[in-house]
């Protein structure tokens, strides 16, 4: 069993930057994959970057490649995410989320555990 954290959201101004941190408060990350994935009003959950276990293979989804970064510290059991240059349509709660199996999906129904989500906001 894990249970996940995020922090790090708020309100930002279009261009600026925010880190959201995601952390286990039970359990380990050890042999997990890990994902962001975020949800607009009305839209459907969508997802936003994953990384192996290792750590050393990370994908993207289009809308935010050269803007985000995902990171993990296994001795932490923390996943980041750098999210810079941002924009209005970045506005949504974002959700981490830890998948079995230590290889990355694009698809949020193949995580095994999610965390509450934190609310980023970016004004024009």
């Known amino acids: 069993q894990v249970q996940l954290v995020e922090s790090g959201g708020g309100l930002v101004q279009a261009g600026g930057s925010l880190r959201l941190s995601c952390a286990a408060s039970?359990?380990?990350?050890?042999?997990?994959?890990m994902g962001w994935f975020r949800q607009a009003p009305g839209k459907e959950r969508e997802f936003v970057a994953a990384?192996?276990?290792?750590?050393?293979?990370?994908y993207y989804a289009d809308s935010v490649v050269g803007r985000f970064t995902i990171s993990r510290d296994n001795a932490k059991n923390t996943v980041y995410l750098q999210m810079n240059s941002l924009k209005p349509e970045d506005t949504a709660v974002y959700y981490c989320?830890?998948?079995?199996?230590?290889?990355?999906?694009?698809?949020?129904?193949?995580?095994?555990?999610w965390g509450q989500g934190t609310q980023v906001t970016v004004s024009s």
């Open positions: 989320a830890a998948k079995s199996g230590g290889f990355v999906s694009y698809s949020d129904f193949r995580y095994d555990y």
């Open positions: 039970e359990g380990t990350f050890k042999g997990y994959a």
């Open positions: 990384l192996t276990w290792s750590g050393e293979n990370m």
